[in-house]
C-alpha cells in the first residue's frame, strides 16, 4: 500500500512549513544585504568626504572664478595701529631743512649785494621775508617727520606719511626685490638710517622710509629680505603644482 508521502508531487504539512520558513529567512536575508547595500551608497565614507572636499577647496582657489568679498571682509590699512619712527628724526629734519633754509637765504643776500645793487633796508625786507617762510618750512617738515610711520605685517610692508594729505604706500614681499640702507651726515650724527625697498622691474624705490635707528634699519633689512624668499620660493612652489595639477 503506497503512503501519502510517496505520491511524487506531493508534501506533508512539515516539509511544506519548512519550505515556507526558508523562503521566509531567504527573503530576510536578501533585503537586509540590499538595505546594507543601500545604506553603504548613502552614507558617504571618509574618503569620499576628504575628496569632495579637496574638489570644494580647488574650486574655491580658481584663480578663474570671481567673486566679491563683503566690505567687513576687507582689509582696513586706515585703521591699523603702525609703529613711529625713532624720535630723533623730526630734530634731525628739521635742523636739515633749517640749514638749507640758511644757505637759500645767504645765497639770496649775497646775490642781492654784489657791488651794492640793493641798499640795506631792502635787504634786511628780503632776509626777513625769507625767514619767515624758512620757519614755516621747518616746522611743516616737523610736523610731517612726526607723523610717519610704518609697519610690517605677514605678506607686505606699510608706510604711512603726511600732514595734511595722507599717503599710505604698501609693498607685497612677492614684489620685493631689493633693499638697501643709506645714510647722510646728518643721520651718522644722530644714528639714523633710511630704508629703502625696490621692487622687480622698478627703477625708484617704492618704500622710502627716513628716521630709522641704524640698528632697527638693518635688522628690519634682513627681515625684510628672509620675508621676500620665503614668499617667492612658496609662490613658485604653488604655480608649479598648479600647472602639474592642470596637465593631469
Known sequence: MTSKSDIPGTSTPEVSQNNKSLGSI???VGTETIKSETDEEAEPTEVDQLQVDAMHAEHISTPNEK??????QWTPYTELSLTPVDKK?????????AGLVCIVIAAVMFIMNIKEQAGLLVSLKVSSVLGLLGFIAVYIQFKAAKNLSYGVLEHEIIVRKGLWWITTTTLPFTRLQHVSLSQNPLQRRFSLATLKCFSAGS???EIYLP????????HLRQHLLN????????????NATSGDIQND
Open 89 to 97: 628724526y623730526p630734530k634731525q629734519i628739521a635742523i636739515q631743512t
Open 26 to 28: 531567504s527573503e530576510n
Open 67 to 72: 567673486t566679491l568679498q563683503m566690505k567687513p
Open 227 to 238: 620675508k621676500a624668499t620665503s614668499h617667492q620660493t612658496k609662490q613658485v612652489v604653488d
Open 211 to 218: 628716521g630709522l635707528l641704524y640698528t632697527t634699519a638693518e
Open 203 to 205: 627703477g625708484a624705490a
